[in-house]
Antibody, heavy 122, light 107 residues
Framework: EVQLVESGGGLVQPGGSLRLSCAAS????????MHWVRQAPGERLQYVST????????YYANSVKGRFTISRDNSKNTLYLQMGSLRDDDMAVYYC???????????????WGQGTTVTVSS | SYELTQPLSVSVSPGQTASITCSGD??????VCWYQQKPGQSPVLVIY???KRPSGIPERFSGSNSGNTATLTISGTQALDEADYYC??????????FGGGTKLTVL
């Protein structure tokens, strides 16, 4: 079964840091780019970041650029999101997601994790 | 930055056809996909590359994209189709772009 399992969410103070992980199974992780998408309570889906299959090309939404870092360890089938300088508006459920195609990053995300919740509060 | 606009809500009677639109500048030049999200659940891809259905998605889900508007059509809508629906496209500057979401009510 193809599966993504996020972890690492929790309560963090404004200005703090947190690292999210996403463990992949059931598919050849190293073949696929991977995405992070977040959703604040009652709000729309919001793009966060993308990393290519090798880990040497990354993309970020303007709202997180310079504060968040996406990375991956293909030997561990794991995706990461290092979040720093956290703000109130970073509070959301964070999902990792797999692209439908290994040859195109952007054609739709066919597998999503269950999400991990990040709460930013003093 | 690139933006996608969806209606906040759409209502449909059971068995009827629901159409959810997604508008963006020259959207027809891009691939569009659609996600279904039920309360407390993760999104599910229902349409990719404008009109293709992933395996396991019922045939009643279809999509089209032309000009500035993409449309998700649900034929013979069922109560279990009640959910939020998001369109998504890719833009060279903004990368992944999501619409604001449409709440589909089946009543």
């Amino acid at each position: 079964e193809v599966q993504l399992v996020e972890s690492g969410g929790g309560l963090v103070q404004p200005g703090g840091s947190l690292r999210l992980s996403c463990a992949a199974s059931g598919f050849t992780f190293s073949y696929f780019a991977m995405h992070w998408v977040r959703q604040a309570p009652g709000e729309r889906l919001q793009y966060v970041s993308t990393i290519n299959s090798n880990g040497d090309i990354t993309y970020y939404a303007n709202s997180v650029k310079g504060r968040f870092t996406i990375s991956r360890d293909n030997s561990k089938n794991t995706l990461y999101l290092q979040m720093g300088s956290l703000r109130d508006d970073d509070m959301a459920v964070y999902y990792c997601a797999k692209p439908y195609s290994s040859s195109s990053y952007w054609d739709g995300m066919d597998v999503w994790g269950q999400g991990t919740t990040v709460t930013v509060s003093s | 930055s690139y933006e996608l606009t969806q209606p906040l809500s759409v209502s449909v009677s059971p068995g009827q056809t629901a159409s959810i639109t997604c508008s963006g500048d020259k959207l027809g030049d891009k691939y569009v996909c659609w996600y279904q999200q039920k309360p407390g659940q993760s999104p599910v891809l229902v349409i990719y590359q404008d009109n293709k259905r992933p395996s396991g998605i019922p045939e009643r889900f279809s999509g089209s994209n032309s000009g500035n508007t993409a449309t998700l059509t649900i034929s013979g809508t069922q109560a279990l189709d009640e959910a939020d629906y998001y369109c998504q496209a890719w833009d060279r500057n903004t990368y992944v772009v999501f619409g604001g979401g449409t709440k589909l009510t089946v009543l």
